[in-house]
């Protein structure tokens, strides 16, 4: 049954959709920028625009669907916060459909930004080393721009090591989330204002992460514009990858960590917040 004024799942889906399309819009449009126009200069740049298009998108869809936003979100909600497991699928094709176009409406944009890019440096779409032009879509590990391509970057960083590495960052964004949406905590900012601290996480963890996996953190916002690379040329490159690895490490990873990041949550810190005050008497 559905409570009154509960939006239909169709309403639900489209929030989900329209609210991934804006994060990975803004994601991974400003990498589009750093890769095919140079105009960025540090990681830091890209991580606060990151930080900027999940605020956003959370504002714009919370009210509706509650803004999962990520399959890994998704499933921690359904794993301790009682959303209904019937909602999990629609979401999930929800959140990749938007993250797909998102990717789709950017290489309309950019697709002669690309190709002078390819040109410049050399590069023949789908071949080995045009993971630096597919790398504004799916992630890969170590990050390509940082590490290079050749065999010697892949000894840098394991299959193991990078599915730790977004295990532990999407680990932390769900415990986060979980942390600011929590009633009991007295030091949380209220359900308002969570938008954009949500999104200074991901900026933070974009610090640290992103030269080792490209800090995905997120499966629909990996595989929907993978997906896209894959249709648009870059072949196996994109799907399954160089190096393969990209289901265990991009989509498993982040799910993995999501679970993990909710259970630290209630299970080592909840229990211990201190019961809210009593409501006032005097009011």
Request: aromatic residues 12%; charged residues 10%.
């Amino acid at each position: 049954m559905m409570r009154d004024g509960e939006p239909k799942l169709i309403g639900l889906m489209i929030a989900e959709a329209v609210g991934t399309f804006l994060l990975v819009f803004f994601g991974i449009g400003v990498v589009h920028v750093e890769v095919f126009a140079g105009v960025f200069s540090g990681q830091g740049q890209i991580a606060l625009a990151w930080g900027v298009g999940v605020g956003l998108a959370i504002y714009a869809t919370a009210a509706i669907s509650g803004a999962h936003l990520n399959p890994a979100v998704t499933l921690a909600f359904a794993v301790f916060r009682g959303f209904s497991w019937k909602k999990v699928f629609p979401y999930v094709v929800s959140q990749t459909a938007g993250a797909f176009a998102a990717a789709a409406l950017l290489y309309g944009l950019f697709y002669r930004w690309i190709a002078r890019f390819e040109a410049d440096q050399g590069l023949a779409r789908g071949e080995p080393g045009s993971q630096l032009s597919a790398r504004a879509y799916g992630e890969y590990f170590p990050n390509p721009a940082v590490a290079g391509t050749d065999t010697a970057a892949f000894e840098l960083l394991s299959v193991w090591q990078a599915f730790a590495a977004e295990a532990v960052g999407t680990g932390l964004l769900v415990l986060f989330i979980f942390v600011l949406i929590e009633p009991k905590n007295r030091s949380a900012p209220g359900s308002r204002a969570v938008a954009l601290p949500i999104g200074l996480v991901v900026s933070a963890i974009i610090c640290v992460l992103a030269v080792l996996t490209q800090a995905g953190l997120n499966p629909a916002r990996d595989f929907g514009p993978r997906l896209f690379a894959f249709m648009a040329g870059w072949g196996e490159i994109a799907i399954p990858g160089p190096r393969g690895g990209f289901f265990t490490v991009y989509v498993l990873g982040p799910l993995v960590g999501g679970v993990a990041g909710a259970a630290i949550h209630d299970v080592l810190l909840r229990r211990y917040l201190p019961p809210p005050p009593p409501p006032d008497q005097h009011g």
